[in-house]
């Protein structure tokens, strides 16, 4: 059975930072696509970040490019995201989401299987 518990998430000042976790259980990296996702009041959740199996091509929007990093810990069957430089407009809910997709990433939340609960982050101004 896959899942992912999804932790790390905070109230921040603007300019700070975060790691959130996502501990998974029942995938393999080699094969499974992972990605971060976040969603905001009254908004599409969307992707912030993700990777196709066994630390491959990443994927990081505009948005965030150059202040969140994606990574993992095989022996830990973890992944985290590494936000720095806090902005009000990170303020969402964060989700960590696979699927099966050897060599592939997805940025669309639409073709991930599996879902972690979320964690709230807050970044006050």
């Known amino acids: 059975e896959v899942q992912l518990q999804a932790s790390g998430g905070g109230l921040v000042q603007t300019g700070g930072s975060l790691r959130l976790s996502c501990e998974t259980s029942g995938i393999s990296f080699n094969d499974y696509a992972i990605a971060w996702f976040r969603q905001a009041p009254g908004e599409e959740r969307k992707v912030v970040s993700c990777?196709?199996?066994?630390?491959?091509?990443?994927y990081y929007p505009d948005s965030v490019q150059g202040r969140f990093t994606i990574s993992g810990d095989i022996a830990k069957k973890t992944v985290y995201l590494q936000m720095n430089n806090l902005k009000p407009s990170d303020t969402a809910v964060y989700y960590c989401?696979?699927?099966?997709?050897?060599?592939?990433?997805?940025?669309?939340?639409?073709?991930?299987?599996?879902w972690g609960q979320g964690t709230q982050v807050t970044v006050s101004s």
């Open positions: 989401a696979t699927r099966l997709a050897p060599q592939h990433y997805y940025s669309d939340y639409t073709s991930y299987d599996y």
């Open positions: 990777t196709s199996s066994d630390g491959g091509p990443k």
